[in-house]
């Protein structure tokens, strides 16, 4: 077995960051990813830098913010023109590595420094030649971005995060077992469509599960939508029995993930694997779920941009195991911890810090962390905010809209302060952190005292591949 620790990397979309059974969800049931914190920890407030799939999955892979990568919104069909990269710098030190899933690198069978390359598109084609099978994985009916749901067409073992966790075990068992590994898994759910197998769907559609959370602020999100609304809105206000319908969907596929990591775990420990591997469960992004009369992602609120961060760390090295860290966190800390972990150097392009410090217990870390998005469903709707897990600022950069919650004494988000006056000394102070990290951007949102509205692109890096990181 080699010395240095395997990597595994499990990636999911839309997994919101309180749907962990350990912390208390009254509804999510994640036993596996609750036993494998036991050997670890679980950061309990730990943010995408951009709440969108790509621009985070860009600063997953260069261990940089978005505003330094180029993509600050949505954009699909640019280049990914980094020399530097997670899996590059892992395939350089002499890990074995492999994707096996989602990765919306560009073009498409990019393979951005992995050996090896498993997509859902091979999944398709596998499904395709299966005797007696003669639909396609979405004859389900249900779009990709819908708030529809129900249970799946097809039988558990056909679907697609049951086959992509076949082709782990499948690599396990044919990998050199002189080298170390990194193993990215990343699972498409619980992006929509809601549609989970029907052993799990039947358990959840029968219980009682609480209504979205709407806030003081947002009854515009229903007013504002129309009637009848899209199956794909974006915001809107549903009827009690789609809302408990698309929630009890959603919840039964985090426990079809759940189990799945679990499969992959309980085989990880049978090959006697698992005391040696580094393992962190995380999403892009959250999942709004009809909270403030919301859908899908790119807002600054908990629901879409604060996401699951769970650590299984291997028996050998030095931590403090079982614990709550409330730290914050984010995607760009990835690359720099994976690569601290397998002994290799973090290079100088890399803006996020290894989060090693933290489990061990020591270290100073950063007062407060920065997200964003450009606009996306609608020419306003852009943030960019700042959190330090007790508070949170949000700054509409088109609209110059200011919002200010209280995380430590309202998690939901249902009360806006910012328009209060015993709150006017934090929104001042929060809106001077903000002014202060962005300066200097070219945008101009920002003369280093001032926030300034102005236009937000979702990419800056332009179609030639003209930036020049590290």
Known sequence: MPDRPNLLLILTDHFRGDCLGRLGHPVAETPHLDSLSLQGAVFTHAYTPCPSCIAARRSLMTGQTPYTHGMVGYLDGKPWPYRTTLAGELTRAGYQTINIG?????PPR??????????????SAWLAAQPGVDVEKTAHGVHGNSWMARPNHLPETLMEETWFVSRALEFLRKRDPTRPFFLCLSFNGPHPPWCPPQVYYDPFIGREIPMPVVGDWAERHALEAGFP????????????????????????????LDAQVGRLANALTRNRLMDNTFMLFTSDHGEMLGDHHLWRKTYAYEASARVPFVVHAPRGMEMERNREIPQVVGWEDILPTFLEVA???????????????????????????????????HPENANQ??????????????TGEEQLFHLAEDPQERHDLAGERSAADALAMWRGR?????????????????????????????DAGGLHLG
Not at 346 to 370: K, M
Request: charged share 25%; with cysteine; hydrophobic share 35%.
């Open 229 to 256: 609304l899209d199956v794909n809105a974006w915001r809107g206000k549903l009827p009690d029995p789609l809302n408990h319908r698309a929630r009890a969907a959603y919840f039964a596929t985090l426990a079809y």
């Open 385 to 398: 905010f700042l959190t330090d897990g007790r508070w949170k600022y949000i700054w509409n950069p088109i």
């Open 343 to 377: 002994g290799a150097p973090v290079p100088d392009s890399v803006e996020g810090r290894s989060i090693l410090s933290l489990l061990r217990g020591n270290g100073a870390w950063r007062e407060y962390y920065h997200g964003e998005h450009a606009p996306c469903y």
């Open 102 to 106: 989602k990765t919306h690198f560009h």
């Open 110 to 123: 990019l393979h951005l420094g992995f050996e090896q390359l498993i997509l859902p598109e091979d999944h």
């Open 434 to 462: 903000m002014a202060q990290e962005l300066a200097g951007r070219e945008e101009g949102l920002s003369d280093g005292k001032r926030l300034i509205p102005g236009k937000v692109p979702a990419w800056r890096g332009g």
